[in-house]
């Protein structure tokens, strides 16, 4: 019996149809009724012997016509002349035994001798009983097999619709994604590239120029042309690898480092594997400016930046963090009590939108030092899912060696 999905098991036509030794019993008790009402009661009434033979005939019957059952399911994927030839056989000879037992039990049971002149009509009937319960048994396979199809055309039609309603769904929540990446390049220029950030970038560009390091001046407006650049681009896919959102990462830093010179050290520690994850874009640059304002700009000695990625257990695990003063929380708290200002929430929302609950995002703070930021996303490569011909798997499980 075919395997059907839970909708379809619950009305299966195919399991509600009778089995065969159900058919077998009441077709050959239909017919010894048949015989009784139509011959016994008409050519021997009130004769009990005639009325039992048809009874023991039809018990002969099943008998005799199971064999056929088995010439059936051999032959049934063969050419139909084959079929053909070899089923007609094996009525013949079913028909035959029939004639020669059922008269045998008739004489026995009725003491009437049978003529030869009366053969012919009982080897008549007999083939037009073993013909007919031939062409019953294939009648209903072929019904069978018809509701097997159909109900493989409905599971894979409903297959196919849920398909479409997933890749619908994927889509939509692609398109999500995009639109909150878009949203954050928006925001990235209302928080993050502010005239504050534009004014203390200027002033370095001045401070570089009255020292008379012109090259760096120029490197300087180079390297923030190239932020803009980056932060404006408007045909970028949601996603790109790690790699690249290090390189932004870094254009940011080495834009800061101009303001915050020795107070700014950045220390990068990226597995090989973890490199060639894709992750959304703009996704480390409001964690990095958010270590900068709570730690760089509130302190006078260096602060370390460190950022780390690495698989473990099919994840992506990035932490950045900081060892500068610590962050006093006044903004608004998330049910654990961790700020979410603008910057996070934003991370979060882009989160939620591509992974759904296929991640995490956890903050670290205290008052007294430091800031921690770890985010675990799913080891996913849309481009690229081998990395010098070993997938991300291995590549990290060899890193760990």
């Known amino acids: 019996m075919l395997k059907h999905s839970d909708a379809l098991a619950e009305v299966d036509p195919v399991a509600n149809l009778p089995g065969y030794w159900t058919l077998q019993i009441v077709g050959w008790s239909a017919f010894a009724l048949l015989s009784i009402f139509s011959l016994n009661i008409w050519y021997n009434p009130g004769e009990l012997a005639p009325a039992l033979h048809s009874g023991v005939q039809s018990v002969i019957g099943v008998f005799v016509s199971h064999p056929l059952r088995w010439l059936a399911r051999r032959t049934w994927n063969t050419r139909p002349s084959v079929r053909i030839a070899v089923n007609g056989i094996g009525i013949l000879i079913a028909a035959q035994v029939w004639t020669v037992l059922r008269l045998l039990a008739f004489t026995w049971m009725t003491n009437l001798p049978i003529g030869p002149e009366d053969w012919g009509g009982w080897i008549f009937g007999s083939l037009t009983v073993f013909l007919s319960w031939s062409l019953c048994y294939h009648a209903l396979k072929y019904y069978r097999q018809w509701l097997e199809q159909r109900d493989l055309s409905a599971i894979a039609q409903k297959a196919a619709l849920e398909a479409e309603a997933h890749a619908q769904s994927e889509s939509i929540k692609r398109l999500k994604a995009e639109s909150l990446m878009r949203e954050s390049q928006i925001r990235m220029l209302n928080y993050q590239l502010n005239p504050h950030f534009f004014f203390n970038a200027l002033n370095s560009v001045s401070a570089l120029v009255k020292r008379d390091d012109k090259d760096a001046a120029v490197e300087m407006i180079a390297r923030i042309g190239d932020f803009l650049r980056v932060a404006l681009e408007t045909e970028q896919t949601p996603l790109h690898p790690l790699r690249d959102e290090i390189d932004i990462a870094n254009l940011y830093l080495d834009i800061e480092k101009v303001r915050f010179g020795d107070r700014l050290v950045a220390q990068f520690n990226v597995s090989e594997a973890a490199n060639a994850v894709d992750v959304p874009n703009l996704l480390l640059q409001p964690l990095v400016e958010n270590c900068i304002k709570h730690g760089v700009?509130?302190?006078?000695?260096?602060?370390?930046?460190?950022?780390?990625?690495?698989?473990?257990?099919?994840?992506?695990?990035?932490?950045?963090?900081?060892?500068?003063?610590?962050?006093?929380?006044?903004?608004?708290?998330?049910?654990?009590?961790?700020?979410?200002?603008?910057?996070?929430?934003?991370?979060?929302?882009?989160?939620?939108?591509?992974?759904?609950?296929?991640?995490?995002?956890?903050?670290?703070?205290?008052?007294?030092?430091?800031?921690?930021?770890?985010?675990?996303?799913?080891?996913?490569?849309?481009?690229?899912n081998h990395h010098g011909g070993m997938s991300l798997d291995l590549v990290a499980h060899r890193e760990q060696e």
């Open 297 to 384: 700009s509130r302190s006078l000695t260096p602060t370390m930046i460190s950022l780390s990625a690495m698989i473990a257990e099919g994840k992506l695990r990035i932490r950045i963090e900081d060892d500068g003063p610590g962050c006093a929380i006044d903004q608004r708290r998330n049910s654990a009590g961790i700020s979410r200002g603008i910057g996070l929430k934003n991370v979060e929302d882009r989160l939620r939108s591509i992974y759904g609950e296929a991640y995490d995002l956890t903050v670290d703070t205290g008052e007294a030092q430091g800031f921690r930021i770890e985010i675990s996303l799913p080891a996913r490569s849309a481009g690229e």
